[in-house]
């Protein structure tokens, strides 16, 4: 095993970042911002170890390239070069490029992916750090679950004029109905097993969409215990960020097709999930639901990770099937909606990286003071493209779980687009105890079935075995 090219840094100076879906869309520039905002607020001494997940070594090869890429043209930004003590190949040999494949969709890749990570075994793809050979990394600082699978066919045209008309262009391309999605399909059962696992015609079936965008995320948070976990309170806990829509809401998940293998809305569904689990993972209620999930016989009586919500406002990607003509008149309706006034329509990658970075990097005390565990927050700015990490509106839970009279709301301290009145639904309403009490409620309920299906598919997979030969081994 190789070693570590940050080696000689103190560990307060190490920070691992892992990034999952990076090698295009917001994922990439998720990357590319962490590389910015890093050279620009941490100390001219730290290193960030950043580990993008890619689905093959190809892409992995790639996405790295681009990065390398982005980072010799930051390296000599004006405001670095005038940060005191600052120099630009110094800030080139700080930054350290790794990866790890990952198909979401294909469980035994996230365990093998996880068992990488725990192990010491990620690598350059590219050869150029440490040779390509294998490194070992101490833990994870933040684990960023970015990738995801929209499963749309396309858009109702007629829809689409019914809501333009009826509530305007900014409310329709921010909470757009006129989406066309079809029931997720269900994978196949040899893409779910590994070879030593005969797939069964028995097997039970798990969709693509769910998987994709929460479940294959959840088993891999789980596997990451031990590099997550810390074992004293005095140390920085470790930050999970999940990645949610702006639009999932409570309608668009049921609870007797929780993977929404006969639902219309898969990807809604899927990130309602993501909001409810996040929002509440360090509630009473929710860790009696949750406890085996933060339970590893590795890390015993450990300091758990924190979770994290965030969401990328509005942003042009592929994961909205469009043809040429058609992706340039919606590329032109977001610019036009945000100069209409709408904070959440910030179009490009990079600015849709605002909230998730903001989170990964800001000092804890800050997101202990923002009570930023308890916030869905989006990434937004304003005509001039200046962004900025938003409170966001979740039905059933309001902006901060708390409940707010129209008064209260009207005389928000925050100014300009981060008021939380700006860019507000038109058919929202006030929170009530009835329906924070319902959100918990239904909170439970995901991390129940979560815990379920984790459950069977460690037994689908014989993992459940294995893992009970260790810990007599133990």
């Not at 909205?320 to 340039?328: I, K, Q, S, T």
């Not at 179009?347 to 804890?364: E, R």
Request: with cysteine.
């Amino acid at each position: 095993m190789a070693s570590a090219p940050w080696e000689g840094a103190a560990s307060h100076e190490q920070y691992f970042i892992l990034l999952t879906g990076a090698n295009s869309g917001v994922g990439l520039g998720i990357g590319q911002r962490l590389i910015d905002e890093f050279l620009a607020t941490r100390s001219v001494s730290s290193h960030l170890i950043l580990i993008p997940t890619t689905r093959s070594t190809t892409k992995s090869s790639e996405t790295i390239h681009v990065l390398r890429a982005h980072l010799t043209k930051a390296v000599g930004s004006r405001n670095l070069r005038a940060r005191p003590g600052y120099n630009a190949q110094s800030a080139i040999n700080r930054i350290h490029l790794f990866s790890v494949e990952l198909d979401l969709c294909k469980l035994p890749s996230v365990y093998e992916a996880a068992e990488r990570l725990d192990r010491g075994d990620i690598r350059d793809p590219t050869g150029i750090t440490a040779g390509g050979q294998p490194v070992a990394i101490p833990r994870l600082d933040a684990v960023l679950l970015n990738a995801g699978y929209g499963g749309w066919s396309g858009l109702s045209w007629l829809e689409f004029a019914r809501q333009f008309f009826s509530v305007g262009m900014v409310q329709a391309t921010t909470f757009p109905s006129f989406k066309v999605a079809i029931p997720s399909k269900a994978l196949p059962p040899q893409e779910i097993s590994t070879s030593e696992v005969q797939a069964k015609e028995d097997q039970p079936q798990l969709a693509e969409v769910f998987c994709a965008n929460v479940f294959g995320h959840y088993i891999l948070a789980h596997e990451l215990l031990p590099l997550l976990s810390r074992s004293s309170p005095d140390e920085t806990p470790a930050r999970v960020v999940w990645t949610s829509s702006i639009d999932a809401e409570e309608r668009h998940l049921d609870f007797d097709d929780f993977e929404a293998l006969r639902s219309h809305g898969p990807y809604e569904s899927s990130k309602r999930i993501t909001d409810l689990i996040s929002l509440t993972a360090d509630l009473p209620r929710a860790q009696k639901a949750s406890a085996s999930f933060f339970t590893n016989p590795e890390v015993p009586k450990a300091i758990r990770p924190k979770f994290y919500l965030s969401h990328p406002g509005i942003v042009c990607t592929c994961l909205f099937p469009l043809n040429a003509v058609l992706f340039v008149g919606y590329y032109m309706a977001m610019y036009i909606s945000r100069w209409l006034g709408s904070p959440w329509h910030v179009v490009n990658s990079y600015l849709g990286a605002c909230a998730t970075v903001w989170l990964a990097l800001a000092d804890q005390a800050t997101l202990d003071a923002e009570n930023a565990q308890h916030v869905k927050w989006g990434s937004s700015c304003d005509r001039l493209g200046r962004s900025a990490a938003k409170k966001t509106e979740v039905e059933g839970w309001g902006w901060e779980g708390k409940i707010e009279d129209a008064e209260a709301l009207k005389q928000d301290d925050d100014a300009g687009i981060l008021r939380k009145l700006k860019g507000r639904k038109w058919d929202a309403v006030e929170l009530t105890d009835g329906k924070r009490k319902k959100f918990e409620d239904e909170a439970v309920g995901c991390w129940q079935e979560l815990e379920r299906l984790r459950v069977l598919w460690e037994s689908v997979l014989g993992r459940d075995q294995s893992k009970a030969a260790g810990n007599r081994k133990a």
